[in-house]
């Protein structure tokens, strides 16, 4: 529960507000590299409430600029982009990748160029790693610090960005992302409750649909915090999932350790829509980005690859047919994050946490917002810049998955060499 | 532009300064075709108020709050029936004023119906539309003929085109002339057409000169350029309060008028109204239409809805239907059609643009006058009473025309302005003047 005041602290993102002025202090990826082609298409972005034009220059550079036109303020986005720069097809004033105006033809030829230096514009950084784009666009002349994770070094085959849009909070984004106790409820499908430890059944959908209960334990961290859900199994192992949380945004989902990794992004695109990446790369070898496009979805839109999920007005096309015959959410034939985009636009658009009741699977929950107060409010103060700093070495922030004798302390577990049970590397049944 | 300022000039809903001075104003809100006599009543949006336009079947029009004075049920339901419109729920019925003429379900109905009255708009048909005056002074205001009576009326052409976007954001595109030469004709080379001709000059030189001088209607300007041995290309144009325009698409003297009707704080309504006009100019020397001006859109069936008139199928939600392919082979802009093209430009810049983002240049010194000029109005209106410029006299918006010409440079092009003038006025009229 958070008080309304509390609550807007920490939902509202547009400049001047606490949160958004401190959102500001980081880099935001907002759109697969990919998307954009040079000399092609400028692709509109919003984020933190703000609009830009995205585009790939004639040279290959990525431009990040103010969407409307400094001239009239018509949308850039319609724009020519030709011969490193986009031309406004209004009047034909043109912006450089870094949001220099380098052309005024409406102005008499003897003081174009003076004209053009003279105009104001706002500049951002632009930094492509990990397939994406990653933009800052705050205030400071010294970009932040870039949060290195493990896949934004890894060569681009290896690493499958995918992009959801909802229409919700990017905290109710967020905490979704970190509740790791819905999973054996909302995401259990049709299945009946496996038998516990049985060899078949020894994967992890399978231990956190049998024991929908685990303790929680954590460890703050300067970044944020490691949450480590600990399932005590039938043979005397223990089954824990080690959780790193970089806040804002990023909640690195465990996996077991040979297995491809995940890493999921809460951007917020306003206060009442948000970007959910959903960032899979394999440290080791290319990864199947064809799979994943198509995986529990028919869009086949890596930019937008829920858009096929409905609204209200149609519940969703939640089959109450198929709930009556055992599934369990009536979100059919469908990859988890439906579910988990559906019941957090279910909330509205910014859920009012004055109205909840948690209780102890939501301690996780309660964590993050009380990490997320604090350091707003002491960026407020002082311009404190929390969490992402470059004393973090992001590349070796990793979640993992493991079992281990019960009893022993999950604290000391390195992910990159994590104690192995013989079993854990099976593939999944 | 300060940020209050904006406001200012923009909003025009109902108790806004500027809502104010609109309602000084006679404005074309239909064609006169929309309305079928004793068929059903139009839901229309109009300086941010739900009204309902419906002719009785006797012919009378009527534009009035489309909400029943009895107990608010929409009369857009309502019957159209002999003298008035009837409410489908308790039976009371108005005529095309507003005054309640029969209340069936009151005993004593002939009294107080006689005090029952719904706000409406004083009407006016001509020229194949429907003018209306939302403001509260009776009798209604002259009405300004501008010289659309000086045509034949069968041979007015009349269209109506729906802007997702505030009145001043599509006003402005009319009286910024340069863009034409990027966002209408960009890449295509002064080469293409006739020497000589009106488009030769024009993309020669896409940084025209300018002047603009005020009016007692509003302003007029001209915007220069060399046209071969001492010969400037001139092309004049005209604002007329509140949001009348006249574009120099055609050769000086030919009768048209745009209006920018706003709708709401978020929409428009483009009313163009031509009299006879020469042939296109839209072709190239050999005769060929100019790329990107097939088309004029896809116009989509009303839908009934307050702001349901004459909206294009093209619209921001798929980006005006713009195609990178023919950005790079066909035309400038990768639209199709000079109007879509506006209106794709104006509606990027969103439902109101922020103006205190924009850096003016030169080639907008029309646009900035105008801006002043309104303020002003609106200023003076809202804190003196003052009737704002041509409201309280029709005869001002006689005789005012648009178009291009070319003269020597040695001669004042508002002199010959005003020489035209006389001469379309069939006798003396007063000159316009450089003032300061």
């Known amino acids: 529960m958070l008080s309304r005041e509390d609550n807007a602290l920490l939902t509202r993102v547009g400049a001047g507000t606490p949160m958004g002025e401190m959102m500001r202090e980081y880099w935001l990826p907002v759109v697969r590299s990919a998307r954009?082609?040079?000399?092609?298409?400028?692709?509109?972005?919003?984020?933190?409430?703000?609009?830009?034009?995205?585009?790939?220059?004639s040279d290959g550079r990525v431009g990040f600029v103010d969407e409307a036109c400094p001239h009239r303020c018509a949308s850039m986005a319609l724009g020519r982009n030709e011969e490193n720069g986009l031309r406004c097809i209004f009047h034909g004033w043109k912006v450089d990748v870094e949001g220099r105006v380098v052309d005024c033809p409406t102005e008499p030829e003897e003081r174009r160029a003076r004209f053009a230096e003279m105009v104001p514009t706002r500049r951002y950084r632009v930094h492509e790693a990990g397939g994406?784009?990653?933009?800052?666009?705050?205030?400071?002349?010294?970009?932040?610090?870039?949060?290195?994770?493990?896949?934004?070094?890894?060569?681009?085959?290896?690493?499958?960005?995918?992009?959801?849009?909802?229409?919700?909070?990017?905290?109710?984004?967020?905490?979704?992302?970190?509740?790791?106790?819905?999973?054996?409820?909302?995401?259990?499908?049709?299945?009946?409750?496996?038998?516990?430890?049985?060899?078949?059944?020894?994967?992890?959908?399978?231990?956190?649909?049998?024991?929908?209960?685990?303790?929680?334990?954590?460890?703050?961290?300067?970044?944020?915090?490691?949450?480590?859900?600990?399932?005590?199994?039938?043979?005397?192992?223990?089954?824990?999932?080690?959780?790193?949380?970089?806040?804002?945004?990023?909640?690195?989902?465990?996996?077991?350790?040979?297995?491809?990794?995940?890493v999921?992004?809460?951007?917020?695109?306003?206060?009442?829509?948000?970007?959910?990446?959903?960032?899979?790369?394999?440290?080791?070898?290319?990864?199947?980005?064809?799979?994943?496009?198509?995986?529990?979805?028919?869009s086949g839109d890596p930019d937008y690859f829920n858009s096929d999920m409905g609204d209200v007005t149609t519940m969703w096309g939640q089959d109450r047919q198929a709930m009556k015959e055992g599934h369990w959410s009536g979100i059919v034939g469908r990859q988890n994050a439906y579910e988990d985009f559906i019941v957090q636009e279910s909330m509205g658009r910014i859920v009012d946490r004055s109205r909840e009741y948690l209780g102890a699977a939501d301690v996780v929950i309660s964590l993050a917002r009380r990490l997320l107060l604090q350091a707003v409010r002491k960026h407020q103060e002082d311009g404190t810049v929390p969490f992402i700093t470059d004393d973090v070495d992001f590349g070796r922030v990793r979640s993992v998955s493991v079992t281990y004798p019960q009893g022993e302390n999950w604290r000391g577990i390195d992910a990159f060499n994590p104690p192995e049970l013989e079993w854990t590397r099976q593939p999944a049944a | 532009m300060r940020a209050e300022d904006n406001e200012y000039l923009t909003r025009i809903g109902p108790g806004t300064p500027m809502g104010a001075l609109m309602r000084c104003y006679w404005l074309p809100v239909a064609k006169s075709s929309e309305l079928e006599a004793g068929g059903a009543p139009v839901r229309m949006r109009i300086l941010g108020e739900n009204l309902l336009g419906f002719r009785t079947p006797e012919g009378a029009v009527g534009l009035i709050d489309h909400r029943?004075?009895?107990?608010?049920?929409?009369?857009?339901?309502?019957?159209?029936?002999?003298?008035?419109?009837?409410?489908?729920?308790?039976?009371?019925?108005?005529?095309?004023?507003?005054?309640?003429?029969?209340m069936p379900s009151e005993p004593d109905e002939s009294e107080f119906s006689a005090r029952v009255r719904i706000p409406a708009a004083a009407v006016i048909e001509k020229f194949g539309l429907v003018w209306a005056y939302?403001?509260?002074?009776?009798?209604?205001?002259?009405?300004?003929?501008?010289?659309?009576?000086?045509?034949?009326?069968?041979?007015?052409?009349?269209?109506?085109?729906?802007?997702?976007?505030?009145?001043?954001?599509?006003?402005?595109?009319?009286?910024?002339?340069?863009?034409?030469?990027?966002?209408h004709l960009g890449g295509i080379d002064a080469q293409n057409f006739e020497k000589g001709s009106t488009n030769y000059y024009r993309q020669s030189n896409l940084t025209p000169h300018y002047e603009a001088i005020d009016t007692p209607y509003g302003a007029i300007s001209s915007a220069y350029r060399?046209?071969?041995?001492?010969?400037?290309?001139?092309?004049?144009?005209?604002?007329?309060?509140?949001?009348?325009?006249?574009?120099?698409?055609?050769?000086?003297?030919?009768?048209?008028?745009?209006?920018?009707?706003?709708?709401?704080?978020?929409?428009?309504?483009?009313?163009?109204?031509?009299?006879?006009?020469?042939?296109?100019?839209?072709?190239?020397?050999?005769?060929?239409?100019?790329?990107?001006?097939?088309?004029?859109?896809?116009?989509?069936?009303?839908?009934?809805?307050?702001?349901?008139?004459?909206?294009?199928?093209?619209?921001?939600?798929?980006?005006?239907?713009?195609?990178?392919?023919?950005?790079?082979?066909?035309?400038?802009?990768?639209?199709?059609?000079?109007?879509?093209?506006?209106?794709?430009?104006?509606?990027?810049?969103?439902?109101?643009?922020?103006?205190?983002?924009?850096?003016?240049?030169?080639?907008?010194?029309?646009?900035?006058?105008?801006?002043?000029?309104?303020?002003?109005?609106?200023?003076?209106?809202?804190?003196?009473?003052?009737?704002?410029?041509?409201?309280?006299?029709?005869?001002?918006?006689?005789?005012?025309?648009?178009?291009?010409?070319?003269?020597?440079?040695?001669?004042?092009?508002?002199?010959?302005?005003?020489?035209?003038?006389?001469?379309?006025?069939?006798?003396?009229?007063?000159?316009l003047e450089r003032t300061r």
Not at chain 1, 287 to 297: N, P, S
Not at chain 2, 315 to 326: D, I
């Open chain 2, 134 to 183: 939302l403001g509260s002074q009776r009798p209604a205001p002259p009405f300004p003929l501008f010289d659309l009576d000086q045509v034949p009326e069968d041979q007015i052409e009349i269209t109506f085109l729906h802007r997702a976007c505030n009145w001043l954001q599509g006003l402005e595109g009319d009286i910024d002339t340069v863009h034409v030469g990027f966002l």
């Open chain 1, 264 to 298: 999921l992004a809460s951007v917020p695109i306003d206060d009442e829509n948000s970007i959910q990446w959903y960032i899979r790369y394999d440290a080791e070898k290319p990864i199947d980005e064809a799979f994943f496009r198509k995986f529990g979805t028919d």
């Open chain 1, 132 to 262: 994406l784009v990653w933009v800052y666009i705050g205030q400071r002349s010294e970009p932040p610090a870039f949060p290195a994770f493990e896949f934004t070094a890894l060569p681009v085959e290896n690493v499958a960005p995918l992009r959801g849009l909802i229409k919700c909070n990017w905290l109710q984004a967020l905490e979704a992302a970190l509740d790791s106790a819905h999973v054996g409820f909302l995401h259990a499908r049709g299945g009946k409750a496996p038998q516990r430890g049985t060899e078949v059944h020894r994967t992890e959908s399978a231990f956190m649909r049998d024991k929908k209960d685990p303790k929680f334990e954590f460890e703050v961290m300067p970044y944020g915090f490691k949450e480590a859900a600990i399932r005590d199994l039938s043979d005397g192992n223990c089954y824990t999932r080690i959780r790193q949380v970089v806040l804002p945004f990023f909640s690195l989902i465990p996996r077991f350790p040979g297995d491809w990794r995940l």
């Open chain 2, 226 to 431: 060399p046209a071969g041995e001492g010969q400037l290309y001139h092309r004049v144009a005209q604002i007329l309060f509140p949001s009348f325009t006249m574009a120099p698409q055609d050769p000086l003297g030919y009768v048209k008028l745009r209006c920018w009707l706003p709708l709401d704080d978020e929409n428009s309504m483009l009313v163009i109204i031509d009299g006879p006009r020469p042939p296109t100019q839209a072709v190239d020397k050999e005769g060929k239409k100019l790329p990107g001006f097939f088309g004029d859109g896809d116009m989509l069936p009303h839908d009934g809805g307050w702001l349901g008139r004459y909206r294009l199928k093209q619209c921001l939600a798929n980006n005006h239907m713009q195609s990178r392919e023919l950005m790079k082979t066909l035309n400038y802009s990768g639209i199709m059609g000079g109007r879509v093209q506006d209106q794709a430009v104006v509606e990027s810049m969103g439902p109101i643009a922020d103006r205190t983002y924009e850096t003016l240049g030169s080639s907008d010194r029309m646009i900035a006058r105008t801006r002043r000029r309104l303020l002003k109005a609106a200023r003076e209106l809202a804190e003196q009473g003052a009737s704002p410029p041509g409201a309280a006299d029709a005869s001002l918006y006689r005789s005012i025309r648009s178009g291009f010409i070319t003269l020597p440079e040695t001669t004042d092009w508002l002199a010959i302005f005003n020489e035209k003038r006389r001469e379309w006025h069939g006798g003396p009229v007063a000159d």
């Open chain 1, 36 to 57: 954009l082609e040079a000399d092609g298409a400028p692709e509109r972005v919003r984020v933190l409430g703000e609009d830009f034009v995205a585009f790939r220059a």
């Open chain 2, 68 to 102: 029943c004075k009895h107990r608010c049920a929409s009369l857009a339901y309502g019957r159209n029936e002999e003298g008035g419109i009837r409410c489908i729920y308790h039976g009371w019925k108005f005529d095309v004023t507003g005054q309640c003429i029969d």
